[in-house]
Nanobody, 119 residues
């Protein structure tokens, strides 16, 4: 089972930038989809951005134009460049690897990294 380790979280300022990294223990090319999700206290985890093995990205409406997801297959890494940060971006961010087989998705998660954006 793939191990995912996030880094790069921390404290940012509104209008500023942060970059999250996700290091995978195996080749990410073998996974149909890589992505970032976030979770607010007491809420369900929600999609931030995903990127398919062909490089096609998908973004939540709330981050379109501000966040950019990318992947480096050679380094087995996925990144989330967050710009124009808002206080409402404060959440725990999780790296995700998704595999589609037998008509369903199998999800793998990192341990999460806290992002806090001050006004």
């Amino acid at each position: 089972q793939v191990q995912l380790v996030e880094s790069g979280g921390g404290l940012g300022q509104a209008g500023g930038s942060l970059r999250l990294s996700c290091a995978a223990s195996e080749t990410i090319f073998s996974h149909n989809r890589m992505g970032w999700y976030r979770q607010y206290p007491g809420k369900q985890r929600e999609l931030v951005a995903t990127i398919l093995s062909d490089g096609s990205p998908n973004y939540a409406d709330s981050v379109k134009g501000r966040f950019t997801i990318s992947r480096d297959n050679a380094k087995n890494a996925v990144y989330l460049q967050m710009s124009s940060l808002k206080p409402e971006d404060t959440a725990v961010y999780y790296c995700n690897a998704g595999d589609f087989a037998g008509g369903r998705w199998y999800e793998h998660w990192g341990q999460g990294t806290q992002v806090t954006v001050s006004p």
